[in-house]
């Protein structure tokens, strides 16, 4: 049923959400949905995993997200990059990024093969009984009505379907379908460049274990490593040059000699891209939403695409699990845009700042670009800006469903709630998202929660899909009611005093912090961001795989 291959399958009338598109964006929301227990239909116009060249780098941010998503750490194969060097023809090394270590329990970057990503990402979703996934379906039409919204699709014998979703997520790719029929336009640019792109296998001990950008003015080169003995090179395409010429094994061949003998060489796949730097003017119309590249484009020179289209996923899929379950006014789907446009931009831009430095235009552009890099590195605070990716836009949003941030607190409203290793009440050590859960978390530092609320302000937090939960420093013991965490090296508690109560989004986002003696004011203002005076939602029937308490 949720394999992607029933050829027989029809897909059901009604859903509560429809997600056109299978790839790792639309999986990892179909799993987010199916842990809250949505009816979800996943659609694809391929039964198979594409296997061509595309998305390699992983954050730690979008790690931590495939963790929310239920992937384990072992679920694909990784490599962590040690660190990003940026070399000239004229003056050698002139930048470096520091990507060693771990942010928030996951490496820095990793490189990844991504058909496996797509593979366990799509096991994880076979795994949810709420969620449906079909392959051999295309769009053909949308049309909006007041409570839902009707798809017309095609099968792959001509036939046609409708189904009727409360809730669409175009999540169809850069071409994508959804947004044409929705009226949306990409903003930006395209890249005058083509690159291409080349898998080399069977480079088990032999291949780098870092990552690399040849920045020469004549042939930009972007060189990696890649899980399963695999390297891969990115060549941008010279003035004149085609890609039937550049993609024959001849030229391949000689592209890379500079790294291996041609007799060595075993190419695993090739291809030709446009490289791109794209966003639309919004990320939703009525009760559709656009999420990874359907929504924006990023060029690949910081390895922020695939990351920026699964915090789009983690962003959206909270969301509508709480309008769906009435946990949540409609309105608040209006702060995906709000929040995730922002920052989807600001990785753009990011990207194409590094593209200018990849792909000087000439030799006298690049001496003077590539200089002023080396000069910089030269000072201490500068070159910390690039070497420790303070270049790096952080994700933290200016507008949205959070209470304003209070200058100077190093909990940000807005930002992300930090992740460490904990020790939960069955002496079990995990990392605490994992102890978070599913829920908007109350979390407490070194203080209980349910010890400063009145019983009926613990069963409005509840009614908004809350849970509770304290942390506490390595050694302390069960003192209270609610589930605790050993916070083993000190990592969260020292970011807020004591007795400071914190409302963490399901998205791992910080809503709301206050002081114990103020809790009631969280309640009633973290209850006034969810809900409205037009809240119309219904509450659907929904499956809960855990309890909602004692699952640290």
């Known amino acids: 049923m949720n394999n992607n291959k029933n050829l027989s399958e029809l897909p059901p009338a009604t859903v509560d959400v429809l997600i056109v598109g299978n790839g790792p964006v639309g999986a990892t929301i179909a799993a987010l949905l199916g842990r809250y227990g949505i009816e979800t239909l996943v659609l694809d116009k391929s039964h198979e995993v594409l296997l061509m060249p595309r998305a390699i780098a992983l954050d730690n941010e979008a790690l931590r997200i495939l963790q929310l998503a239920g992937l384990s750490d072992d679920a694909f194969e ?15 090394q002139f930048g470096r990024a520091d990507t060693a270590g771990c942010i928030d329990g996951h490496p820095k970057l990793v490189t990844f093969y991504q058909p496996d990503l797509e593979h366990a990402m799509r096991s994880q979703v076979s795994r949810l009984k709420s969620v449906n996934s079909l392959g051999g379906f295309e769009l053909e039409n949308l049309l909006e009505e007041a409570d839902g919204v009707v ?54 001990q032999t291949a780098i274990d870092h990552i690399e950008f040849i920045c020469d003015p004549q042939r930009p080169t972007p060189h990696m490593p890649a899980p399963g003995g695999r390297e891969r090179w990115e060549f941008m395409l010279q003035p004149g040059e085609s890609r039937e010429e550049l993609e024959s094994p001849e030229s391949i061949a ?22 791109h730097a794209r966003c639309c003017n919004t990320f939703s119309k009525g009760r559709t939403f656009l999420a990874g590249d359907a929504a924006h484009i990023t060029p690949p020179f910081v390895g922020q695409g695939l990351v920026a289209g699964l915090r789009d996923g983690a962003n959206l899929a909270w969301k509508l699990a709480w309008v769906l379950r009435g946990y949540a006014a409609p309105s608040v789907l209006d702060t995906y845009d709000a929040e995730r446009r922002p920052h989807a931009q600001a990785m753009i831009d990011l ?19 590539h200089g002023l890099m080396r000069i910089l590195a030269l000072t201490p605070a500068t070159r910390r800006y690039f070497e420790q990716l303070d270049i790096k836009p952080k994700n933290t949003f200016k507008h949205g469903l959070f209470m304003p941030h209070q200058r100077g607190d190093k909990l940000v409203r807005g930002g992300l709630f930090p992740q ?99 809790a009631g004011r969280l309640i009633r203002e973290c209850q006034h961001l969810l809900a409205s005076a037009d809240a119309t939602s219904e509450p659907v029937s929904i499956t809960i795989s855990e309890p909602p308490r004692l699952r640290a």
């Open 78 to 92: 990784k490599i962590a990059i040690p660190e990003v060097k940026m070399h000239s023809p004229v003056l050698g």
């Open 351 to 369: 990207a194409k700042l590094m593209g200018r430095l990849v792909m000087p235009r000439n030799r006298i552009g690049a001496f003077f670009v």
């Open 254 to 275: 000689r592209l890379i000699a500079p790294w291996i003998d041609p007799q060595e060489l075993e190419i695993e796949r090739k291809a030709v891209y446009r490289f």
């Open 151 to 204: 798809a017309t699709l095609r099968d792959q014998n001509g036939q046609m379907h409708s189904v009727r979703a409360r809730y669409l997520v175009g999540a169809d790719g850069a071409s994508s379908r959804v947004r044409a029929l929705i009226g949306e336009e990409f903003e930006g640019q395209t890249y005058a460049e083509d690159w291409l792109i080349v898998d080399i296998k069977n480079r088990h």
């Open 420 to 518: 460490a290793w904990v020790r939960n009440m069955q002496q079990q050590i995990r990392l605490s998202d994992d102890a978070l859960g599913n829920d908007l978390t109350l979390v407490g530092f070194g203080i209980d929660p349910l010890s400063v609320l009145t019983p009926a302000q613990i069963v409005s937090w509840e009614k908004t899909g809350g849970h509770f939960l304290q942390i506490k420093t390595y050694g302390q013991r069960e003192s209270g009611r609610c589930d605790f965490i050993e916070d083993l090296n000190h990592d969260i508690l020292p970011l807020a005093a004591k007795g400071t109560l914190v409302a963490v989004r399901p998205d791992r986002i910080i809503m709301h912090h206050v002081p114990a003696t103020e």
